[in-house]
């Protein structure tokens, strides 16, 4: 792969790794935690996941890039999705799980058991962000565009596999990444401001999103399983490989 074909690949491998996560671990810990000790502690957390996504994408692409570049993804894909019985029984409990956490969470909703004074106390320690860091940094290897660009990054020179895995990191963190600057330029008050308005306008709302989607898709899978065996028709074609 050429140096131009794979610098393509950050911009939309970058956004398809899009994870708000670390953004809003931040802004917490620094409503908590406003002071002057606090802003640096929430400024080490951020670069630590972005260089630490940096470092560990390039440790995997140098030492397995190739091997993970070599694998018969398609091949993969197409025996785990077409495994007969194992598939479908696959299926049932994605499906059965999905429906279920759904469900629960819709049941607490209604409920009002979801209030902040229920919640558990979070952890606002230092030693608490880097361990989430940390987590972060070493789940994100299970991000298919994560592994995707490194298995590109295998064949290019060591600096072109730098810039592209910072700019990969940059790019899938961008809200972070705005924070890191405007945090530097003593405007991070604007996030916090920002976070608040959307939790006070559509904080109600935005509540049933994960729940109502669950409970979606795992009808979806269901389904599925039901239809394909009997009718060959695919509710979700991208389980047919």
Same mark, same amino acid.
């Given at each position: 792969?050429?140096?131009? *074909?794979?610098?393509? $690949?950050? @911009?939309?491998?970058?956004? =398809?790794?899009?994870?708000?996560?670390?953004? @809003?671990?931040?802004?917490?810990?620094?409503?908590?935690?406003?002071? *002057?000790?606090?802003?640096? !502690?929430?400024?080490?957390?951020?670069?630590?996941? %972005?260089?630490?996504?940096?470092?560990?994408?390039?440790?995997?692409?140098?030492?397995?890039?190739?091997?993970?570049?070599? $694998?018969?993804?398609?091949?993969?894909?197409?025996?785990?999705?077409?495994?007969?019985?194992?598939?479908?029984?696959?299926?049932?409990?994605?499906?059965? +799980?999905?429906?279920?956490? +759904?469900? @629960?969470?819709?049941?607490?909703? *209604?409920?009002? !058991?979801?209030?902040?004074?229920?919640?558990? #106390?979070?952890?606002?320690?230092?030693?608490? %962000?880097?361990?989430?860091?940390?987590?972060?940094?070493?789940?994100?290897?299970?991000?298919?565009? @994560?592994? #995707?660009?490194?298995?590109?990054?295998?064949?290019?020179?060591?600096?072109?596999?730098?810039?592209?895995?910072?700019?990969?990191?940059?790019?899938?963190?961008?809200?972070?990444?705005?924070?890191?600057?405007?945090?530097? =330029?003593?405007?991070?008050?604007?996030?916090?401001?920002?976070?608040?308005?959307?939790?006070? *306008?559509?904080?109600?709302?935005?509540?049933?999103?994960?729940?109502?989607?669950?409970?979606?898709?795992?009808?979806?899978?269901?389904?599925?399983?039901? $239809?394909?065996?009997?009718?060959?028709?695919?509710?979700?074609?991208?389980?047919?490989?």
């Amino acid at each position: 792969m050429d140096l131009a *074909r794979y610098f393509s $690949l950050v @911009f939309p491998l970058g956004l =398809a790794g899009f994870d708000p996560a670390p953004l @809003f671990v931040a802004l917490y810990f620094l409503a908590k935690n406003g002071n *002057r000790s606090g802003r640096r !502690t929430v400024l080490g957390f951020s670069l630590l996941i %972005l260089l630490g996504v940096t470092t560990w994408g390039l440790f995997l692409s140098l030492v397995f890039g190739d091997f993970i570049a070599r $694998l018969p993804w398609h091949q993969i894909f197409h025996a785990i999705l077409n495994a007969g019985v194992w598939t479908l029984l696959g299926k049932l409990i994605i499906g059965l +799980g999905l429906l279920g956490y +759904g469900l @629960f969470r819709l049941y607490q909703l *209604r409920r009002g !058991t979801n209030s902040e004074t229920e919640k558990p #106390a979070k952890n606002r320690s230092a030693s608490g %962000l880097v361990v989430f860091a940390l987590i972060f940094i070493l789940v994100v290897t299970t991000d298919v565009p @994560f592994a #995707a660009f490194v298995a590109a990054s295998a064949s290019q020179p060591l600096w072109a596999q730098c810039v592209g895995l910072v700019l990969w990191s940059l790019l899938s963190q961008f809200p972070l990444t705005f924070f890191v600057i405007a945090l530097i =330029a003593g405007k991070e008050a604007l996030f916090s401001k920002a976070l608040a308005f959307v939790r006070e *306008r559509f904080g109600a709302a935005l509540r049933y999103v994960l729940p109502v989607l669950c409970v979606a898709l795992g009808g979806a899978f269901l389904l599925d399983v039901i $239809l394909f065996p009997a009718t060959r028709f695919a509710l979700l074609p991208f389980l047919h490989v």
